[in-house]
């Protein structure tokens, strides 16, 4: 499994950074080639945020939480969400910078992917209202990065899908 934190440097210009930024991308558009397309099928049957199998992301003023569930290392059926092989124990919750969400996405393994290259996002429920207008401002970029990457944004609110299905 990849890390999904790390340190950077910082680039010496505006001009350096932005090529660095659009580096990033295309590194993450290229990987997350490899996941296949959404299957429709599979993630427009989920009716519950909480039934969400594939990576989550929830928007927030200052960072975006992501929600990964990991596989199960173990292929057998035996035990599988008993007590001896939770579900939670699988689920990882990260606080990214908004800037790293091409990267951290990048990280994820293939498996953890059910439902090919679809994230739900959703902005954060209990923001004050003072904070609404730069929650959507951060919604759009985020999305805008999904976009610019390949992977399909579910627009999820209240627990109830919105978006693009």
């Known amino acids: ?7 950077h440097s910082r680039p010496a210009s505006a001009a350096e950074a932005s090529r660095e930024a659009a580096a ?3 590194d993450a558009r290229r990987d997350l080639a490899q996941i296949p397309p959404p299957s429709k099928t599979l993630y427009m049957s989920v009716s519950s945020i909480s039934g969400w199998q594939n ?3 929830t928007v927030q003023e200052k960072m975006i939480t992501l929600h990964v569930l990991m596989p199960d290392a173990n292929p057998s059926d035996l035990g599988k969400g008993t007590m001896l092989r939770p579900e939670a124990a699988r689920r990882q919750i990260l606080n990214i910078d908004p800037t790293n969400l091409a990267e951290a996405l990048n990280a994820i393994p293939k498996e953890a992917w059910p439902y090919g290259r679809v994230v739900a996002i959703e902005e954060a429920h209990d923001a004050p209202e003072v904070a609404r207008r730069q929650l959507r401002i951060n919604m759009e ?4 990065t999904l976009n610019s990457i390949g992977v399909v944004a579910d627009e999820w609110n209240n627990d109830r899908p919105v978006g693009v299905r």
């Not at 970029?141 to 805008?144: C, I, Q, R, T, V």
């Open 55 to 57: 990576p989550s992301l």
């Open 141 to 144: 970029k985020a999305m805008d």
């Open 24 to 26: 990033q991308l295309n």
């Open 1 to 7: 499994m990849v890390p999904l934190t790390g340190c």
